[in-house]
């Protein structure tokens, strides 16, 4: 079973700049960021395998950057430009196999607790 255990969320004014990072108990190739704002469903934000391939959901594209560290078992997502939409949980997520699947939950079978985005305007 992998755990995962993120941090570094909280609250920011618009225009602002947050960074995320996601400790994984052990070394998995696929790693990804997911979000769910209230009363919504919980959406993929982005996602990165070990070979360094990236894709991005397009409300985040060119703001956000996500990163790895195999060696510290470590994913990040620098999120710049921050507005109020992007106000929500964000979630780690992780999969071990090597395959692209879409980016959506059910692809994913380990989750972090989640950590609270806050984007004030």
């Known amino acids: 079973q992998v755990q995962l255990v993120e941090s570094g969320g909280g609250s920011v004014e618009a225009g602002g700049s947050l960074r995320l990072s996601c400790t994984a108990s052990?070394?998995?190739?696929?790693m990804a960021w997911f979000r769910q704002a209230p009363g919504k469903e919980r959406e993929g934000v982005s996602v990165i395998d070990s070979s360094g391939r990236t894709a991005y959901s397009d409300s985040v594209k060119g703001r956000f950057t996500i990163s790895k560290d195999d060696a510290k078992r470590t994913l990040y997502l620098q999120m710049d430009s921050l507005k109020p939409e992007d106000t929500g949980v964000y979630y780690c997520?992780?999969?071990?196999?090597?395959?692209?699947?879409?980016?959506?939950?059910?692809?994913?079978?380990?989750w972090g607790q989640g950590t609270q985005v806050t984007v004030s305007s």
């Open positions: 997520a992780a999969d071990s196999r090597v395959r692209w699947y879409p980016l959506q939950p059910p692809y994913y079978p380990y």
């Open positions: 052990t070394y998995i190739y696929k």
